[in-house]
């Protein structure tokens, strides 16, 4: 978890309200930018047009969009983590035995960041892509990081994030949470049953290293008519429990 800057620097802040404000509205001008954040026409034009000099951002006609060069410092994130790269192969190979989507999450700043994602013959397309960030307590994959962190780990998380339920079904007491999470310490696995998107279930395991901490998580996501009963509950458990243990010895012997 990151801690607030002890003297941050407006400059730095406001360029990064700027990029999120772009991806949040998928592209805007500048007098849109400037109402959205309520910060000046003038001076959302210069930081736009140094960002563009530096080529992070693309204008086009009178609107501007979030550049591919930041697609470069992605791919260099994610080459850089060990995990990835060991990784990878195993979770292709759970997208193609299950014929789901299978996926790659670790945490960072307190959410969930997804490292990869693969399709199987017959997975859902969902919305999100590598590099999307979630709630850790909606998803099978964040809570089974949560379970295994400490109690201080899981209390600054939080804290900082709150839990926001965006289904019906989503966690949204801390009551809820941490019997959720001693249930998955219990059983080794976790089960999202339409927490982050309707219609979607979701069975994932932790990942951790040879000092026993959690590095990440990896997990089988379907729609709720495949994944129903034993299927759900036994069969895609056991095959990401599998997979999982690979990527762990992979992870300490490699």
Known sequence: ???????????????????????????AGVTELARHLDI???TVHNYLSTLEQ???VVREDTEYRVGLRFLELGAYARHVQQLFEIAKPEVDRLAEETGELANLLVEEHGRGSYLYRTYGDQAVRVKAHVGTRVPLHTTALGKAILAFLSPEEVDEIVDRHGLDAPTEQSISSRE?????????????????????IDGLRCVAAPVRDDGDEV?????????????????FREELAQKV???????????TYS
Request: proline residues 5%; negative net charge; charged residues 30%.
């Open 241 to 251: 429990l599998e997979v999982a243990n690979v990527i762990e010895l992979n992870v």
């Open 215 to 231: 590095i990440g998580a990896i997990s089988a996501s379907g729609p709720t008519n495949r994944l129903q009963g034993d299927r």
């Open 40 to 42: 000046p026409k003038s």
């Open 176 to 196: 809820e949470l941490d019997e959720a999470l001693a249930e998955i310490r219990d059983r080794g696995v976790a089960f999202d049953d339409e927490e982050r």
């Open 54 to 56: 530096e080529e992070y």
């Open 1 to 27: 978890m990151s801690k607030p800057a002890k003297n941050p620097l407006q400059s730095v802040t406001t360029t990064f309200e700027i990029l999120n404000a772009l991806k949040a509205l998928d592209g």
